[in-house]
């Protein structure tokens, strides 16, 4: 996300925290884990993991520069959608440096210099019509980016709040977003804020920027 790009992800003013109190509870297969008390059938992914309850009200005060929200994210990284629109981000991209061919892959601007193999990222993709005014105002800023097709992208885990099974009451372990593997056994005790993926079969390329030569 940008400061100067207004984002679908984006989180607002008015989108305050409602997550409830967490307490610990066995799961069908008889293993205890953080739960919510009067727990939500949607209050889980797939994955089982625990997610926090966030009001939805975009718009609605001012935009938080460098916070997102959960649902939103989420949503993004699972459909693979652009995170400043909400459109696909598959396919359709202009690069600089000649013709090439794209594809249906998605482009993912990631503040980083260097991206490897099964990079793991909280940032959704963008779409063809939005990364150029995102890479844009990335230039502006002189802020580090990379760009990357990426030809498979990967369910990784999630970023959220851990709490250690031992406290009494239960209680995050720091007050930092912390990552969290779907496969960890940590999985059990996280509040979900943020979906990781990893990306794989990643080609660096650059993005054509508006007002720029292409
Ligand atoms: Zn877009």
Do not use: K
């Not at 209680?171 to 779907?182: F, I, Q």
């Not at 509040?191 to 660096?204: C, F, W």
């Amino acid at each position: 996300m940008t400061a100067s790009v207004i984002t679908y992800t984006a989180m607002w003013g008015q989108e305050v925290d409602v997550t409830p109190p967490v307490i610990m509870r066995r799961c069908p297969r008889g293993y205890p884990r953080l739960a919510f008390r009067g727990e939500l059938a949607h209050d889980r992914d797939r994955h089982e993991i625990l997610w926090r309850r966030q009001q939805t009200a975009p718009g609605r005060g001012p935009q938080l520069t460098g916070r997102v929200h959960s649902y939103r994210q989420r949503r993004a990284m699972d459909d693979l959608l652009c995170h400043v629109d909400a459109v696909s981000a598959l396919g359709g991209h202009l690069l600089r440096g000649g013709p090439e061919r794209t594809g249906d892959r998605p482009l993912f601007l990631l503040s980083c210099t260097e991206v490897r193999e099964g990079h793991i990222t909280a940032v959704p993709p963008v779409c063809y019509r939005c990364a150029p005014r995102v890479a844009g105002a990335r230039h502006r800023q002189r802020r580090p980016y990379t760009a990357v097709l990426v030809d498979e992208v990967r369910p990784w885990g999630v970023s959220g709040l851990l709490h250690d099974p031992v406290s009494v009451p239960l209680r995050p372990t720091t007050a930092s977003l912390v990552p969290v593997g779907y496969r960890s056994a940590h999985a059990r005790w996280v509040v979900a804020h943020q979906a990781l993926v990893s990306l794989h079969g990643i080609t660096p390329v650059r993005p054509r920027l508006r007002n720029a030569a292409a």
